[in-house]
């Protein structure tokens, strides 16, 4: 039974979103990714909407049975963390509103599932992304590797595919046996 | 031609919502108040949901010309500053998804307006959101009288009523006195 994750990376100028099914062995598949978002010019408002409807058509398109995005701090890049808060409060009423569960993830447990790594920079990030869904290039637009990332961690974190790979033993494929190397890892941190 | 506004304080425990009527004569007389949020045990996506369906209520129940909305400053309150934020997107976006224009204005621009003192206390912003509204005793819920205030200050500051004061001359009532002596006050500064 395959498991679809939305992740959102939120902002008002580029809003990550991704969408990647996850089977019980743990393969998993980009469903589709994209940024949306407007220049700094336009005003607060149509920003907003821009990324609210963007996100309610995704949402309606592909029916994710979560949507995970990533949780926002305060001692962030000041000059944006508001607009980011605003733009994930709109992402996370939508699905709300459809009764889709919300996963919140920060971005160091992102790094630390998918890479093994909490500090790992966006060049590993993309890498291990791109290894995982079996991509035979990076995941464009390259700013929308983070959305990935959320979607395979919320999964990783829930413990998907688990069982599955346990059984499978030894004929884990080489990006499967990346992901269990990286949540061996993250587990002895 | 009444000029109807909604103004919105932000938050997740506590979301300050009002209507506010506003007369060219400047005479503001009071449609709705209210409080709505849920106690900090709760999911942020049910949280902001709750929100979001009060603000989509009203917003369809009043159908206000303009909605106001308190500008978030991410040097406010850390551990609450960006549950407000998200609240504020979540709040901007159901106008916004209307056609319904939003305008920000800041706790200080509120209190100049008022009360005529950008440093003006809870209190004093109180009494007179009651003297301008005409009211027999101070709005309840009290955590309210800030989004009163929004919307009152919204209308002064859009210049609603200037031309109908400057023609009534000496006939204002004693709000609009106050009101008329807050606003040269704040414009001297």
Redesign the interface.
């Known amino acids: 039974m395959t498991y679809r994750v939305m992740g959102v990376d939120p902002g008002l100028t580029r809003c990550g979103l991704a969408v990647v099914d996850i089977e019980p062995n743990r393969r998993s598949t980009l469903v589709a990714v994209g940024v949306v978002g407007t220049e700094a010019g336009r005003?607060?408002?149509?920003r907003?909407?821009v990324?609210?409807e963007a996100v309610d058509t995704w949402l309606d398109l592909h029916k994710p049975e979560v949507l995970a995005v990533e949780r926002?701090?305060?001692q962030l890049n000041?000059s944006t963390?508001?607009g980011t808060?605003?733009?994930?409060?709109?992402v996370?009423?939508a699905?709300?509103?459809r009764g889709i569960?919300?996963a919140?993830h920060t971005p160091t447990e992102v790094k630390a599932a998918v890479t093994g790594n909490g500090q790992a920079d966006k060049v590993a990030v993309t890498k291990m992304v791109t290894k995982i869904l079996r991509l035979d290039t990076p995941p464009r637009p390259a700013d929308a590797a983070d959305a990935l990332a959320l979607a395979i961690t919320h999964a990783w974190r829930r413990g998907v595919g688990q069982q599955g790979a346990a059984m499978s033993g030894g004929s884990l494929t080489p990006a499967q046996r990346l992901w269990a190397e990286a949540e061996a890892r993250a587990r002895r941190r």
């Open positions: 005003s607060l408002d149509e907003l909407l990324i609210s926002v701090f305060s000041v963390v508001m808060a605003q733009a994930s409060g709109v996370i009423v699905a709300a509103r569960p919300v919140l």
